[in-house]
């Protein structure tokens, strides 16, 4: 019987997301044992006897044919550690560590894609900020972003200077080693942006997330509306392509209604997927699961 585990930070008394427990489930039924296990239970060894370098809950344990790293922009450096390890031992990882690591660092993210595709100017700030210059770099309201964060968690939409320096003295008295990053604000996709959900060289599916609120953020995750959106061959392009890029198999890709075209907001590497099977129809757990098969195999 194929193996494989899921990785993913657990957090006490605090119920599997529905994606976790989909993917066991479906996996089940398809002849394949999944495991959910937080990356802290492991442990590992450098040594040249490298099939015994793995302990699971202090116990040597036999690999499994492939992981599933489902931590997105939170991965610790220790979880990129035994990614890494695991695929050097020829442990298959759906996204690989070095897919993983670009991904989860938003700035480093952006420099890849800025080359090649429409992004939101974005700058890397250090406290204290001068407001004019950004405001004049990237104009008011401006979004405020930590380097790692998911579901919209880190992201903060300042409208004007005053907010801004006022929110800008608060993090430097609360964190002053903040890792900040400020984003220009696409004002024609407030409340409202697009995922789309690519497996392997195709896309899923594309959802229309939008706001049910007066917020700028349509995050599903934290009550935001979801409904289908036709993908186009300019969607698909784009997303295939950024996918590409990032060295990523599996994918969310975010994107923006921007005035001239789409524009890439951000990609996760751990995406979520109760949204786009409401909103599609599909199982995606279901198409996830094929294409593990399928690599595995």
Not at 48 to 57: A, I, M, N, T
Not at 102 to 115: G, H, N, S, T, Y
Not at 181 to 206: A, M, T
């Amino acid at each position: 019987m194929m193996k494989g585990w899921i990785l993913q930070k657990q957090v006490y008394g605090k119920e599997p997301s529905y994606e976790t427990l989909k993917l066991i489930e479906t996996a089940k039924q398809a002849g394949i044992e999944l495991e959910l296990h937080d990356p802290r239970q492991i442990e590992i060894i450098v040594t040249q006897d490298d099939r015994k370098s793995v302990l699971l809950d202090d116990k040597i344990t036999k690999l499994p044919d492939f992981i599933f790293p489902r931590m997105g922009a939170t991965t610790s450096y220790f979880a990129l550690a035994v990614i890494r390890h695991l695929e050097r031992l020829g442990v298959y990882s759906v996204n690989s560590s070095e897919a993983i690591e670009k991904v989860k660092d938003k700035l480093f993210q952006m420099q890849i894609l800025a080359e090649k595709f429409p992004v939101p100017k974005t700058i890397m700030v250090k406290f204290p900020v001068n407001a004019d210059i950004v405001a004049k770099k990237l104009g008011f309201p401006v979004i405020i972003k930590t380097l790692s964060g998911s579901q919209g968690s880190g992201v903060i939409l300042s409208h004007d200077a005053q907010s801004f320096e006022d929110l800008g003295n608060l993090i430097q008295i609360t964190n002053p080693n903040a890792e900040i990053i400020l984003q220009e604000f696409i004002s024609s996709s407030k409340g409202r942006d697009l995922r789309v959900f690519v497996i392997g060289n195709r896309v899923v599916g594309c959802m229309e997330r939008y706001a049910t609120d007066d917020s700028f953020k349509a995050n599903f995750s934290r009550g935001g509306g979801v409904r289908y959106f036709e993908v186009t061959p300019e969607i698909e392009k784009l997303a295939l392509s950024v996918t590409s890029e990032l060295g990523l198999e599996i994918s969310g890709v975010d994107l923006l209604f921007g005035e001239d075209g789409y524009m890439i907001c951000e990609v996760n590497s751990s995406p979520g997927f109760k949204g786009m099977e409401q909103a599609t129809g599909k199982d995606v757990a279901q198409e996830l699961v094929d294409y593990i098969k399928s690599k595995v195999n």
